[in-house]
């Protein structure tokens, strides 16, 4: 995940926290951000309070439970992420702009196995990812389009191909162990090299997932049962 805040700064009670509540509860966020990193999300709040310099205690009163500071560090990312969208759409090259950001997207997956077991494993809440999905999504199509209109990217390219490409790339980087964590690089560039438009591109024979295909496989959303259908 990449450090940073996009968010308001953090009360308890609606009142501001004291300046020494706000770097520890700053210095437990970057610690988590560390060995949830490093050892993914089967580590404890005594993990990460040990990790931090701090009593366990602290943690807790800044951090009841694991899912409320797995939610602390995603509230950190959408920030992060919302900025680097930005940063893409003010790119006076539309396409450099779309590569730059699924780049950053793909380093950040590839060096934080936390975030990797959450976003590939489903292996916590939902809620986290729903609070990202929902706020980069109008990010997402703003890119996808500019670079479309340019006539640099692929028409049949659509935002729900983005969450599944950068799982791809996700899945690279992990399926090395760590003996080769930026061979994920490889292969984006051979996806690049299929979603850029071209005067010889053979047409999309697969339709895209869609939106709400891609938020039940995400674990957004229930599926219909039989009887919905």
Known sequence: ??????????????????????????????????????????????????????????????????????RALFEQDLGMRQASAERALAHPDPWEGFVDFLTEMGADLAENRGLHEVIMLGSHSSEPMETVRGGMLPFLEALIHRAQESGDLRAEVTPSDIPVVVQMLSAASQFTQGKRPDVWRRYFEIILNGIRQRPDNLPLTTPSLGNETVEQVMGLVRPASVEEE
Do not use: C, Q, W
């Not at 700064?9 to 966020?29: H, M, Q």
């Open 1 to 70: 995940m990449a450090e940073g805040s996009g968010v308001d700064a953090p009360t308890e009670g609606g009142r501001p926290l004291r300046r020494d509540a706000v770097l520890n509860r700053e210095k437990i966020l970057r610690a988590a951000r560390e060995v949830f990193g490093r050892h993914g999300l089967g580590v404890t709040l005594d993990d990460v309070a040990r990790h931090a310099g701090v009593g366990v205690g602290t943690v807790y009163r800044r951090f009841p439970d694991k899912e409320t500071l797995v």
